[in-house]
């Protein structure tokens, strides 16, 4: 979380500062992603930022971006969000994450990704799903397409259920591929250290990533 503030600081003020002394500025205008209180209430403060959600006001479904947003952002945060999108709609998502920046804008991009290798899909298929309670363990039941039954145990949720189910672990070379694909001019991963302000990886895989319109 202090990463993405820190980035945030050093793209629209080319400088690190502690978001307290973020210079209060309503032109700059950014959405986030389901983003944390931590630092999305200090950002509404400061700046012309919206914090939407998929399950209450202010809506935003990446997968079908409202209109009213597209073009105008400055910045984008979508902090550990992606891993959740069903496989239908994750291009979609990369796509209009792009189409929601202005000119010049940032998209700050965290989600959970290991180094090297494929993104791998856990649920490959997934089309009319449940989730449901059976002896004590959530389980999911998908129809596919062509309509055939599967099964799956052992889900993993990140900090709940439902939507917070985790869909996919991606892969570096394929989330820079995607970003570049859905027409951002630039795609890095970032690993910023900056012990003064308590930053310090012990990685270099599942860090933020930087793309720019």
């Known amino acids: 979380m202090r990463s993405v503030v820190y980035m945030l600081a050093m793209e629209l003020f080319g400088k690190p500062l502690i978001l307290p002394l973020f210079p209060e500025d309503r032109s700059i205008v950014g959405l986030g992603l389901s983003d944390w209180?931590?630092?999305?209430?200090g950002l509404a403060a400061k700046l012309g930022y919206t914090?939407?959600?998929?399950?209450?006001?202010?809506y935003l479904d990446i997968a079908d971006g409202p209109k009213h947003w597209l073009g105008l952002q400055r910045f984008v945060i979508s902090s550990d969000v992606f891993e959740h999108v069903p496989p239908e709609g994750l291009d979609a998502a990369f796509l209009n994450s792009r189409r929601l920046l202005a000119p010049g804008g940032v998209y700050i991009f965290t989600v959970p990704f290991q180094?090297?290798?494929?993104?791998?899909?856990?649920?490959?298929?997934?089309?009319?799903?449940?989730?449901?309670?059976?002896?004590?363990?959530?389980?999911?039941?998908?129809?596919?397409?062509?309509?055939?039954?599967?099964?799956?145990?052992?889900l993993i949720f990140h900090g709940g259920d439902g939507d917070t189910l985790e869909m996919r672990m991606f892969s570096e070379p394929d989330l820079l591929?995607?970003?570049m694909e859905a027409g951002f001019s630039s795609a890095e991963v970032r690993v910023p250290l900056a012990p003064e302000f308590?930053?310090?990886?012990p990685i270099n895989w599942a860090v933020p990533i930087i793309a720019r319109a």
């Open 51 to 58: 914090n939407t959600y998929y399950h209450q006001e202010p």
């Open 177 to 179: 591929r995607r970003l």
């Open 37 to 41: 209180d931590g630092y999305a209430i």
């Open 198 to 201: 308590g930053i310090m990886w």
């Open 115 to 154: 180094k090297d290798g494929e993104t791998r899909e856990h649920f490959p298929r997934l089309h009319d799903y449940r989730i449901v309670d059976e002896d004590g363990s959530r389980v999911l039941h998908n129809t596919t397409v062509d309509g055939e039954k599967e099964t799956y145990s052992d």
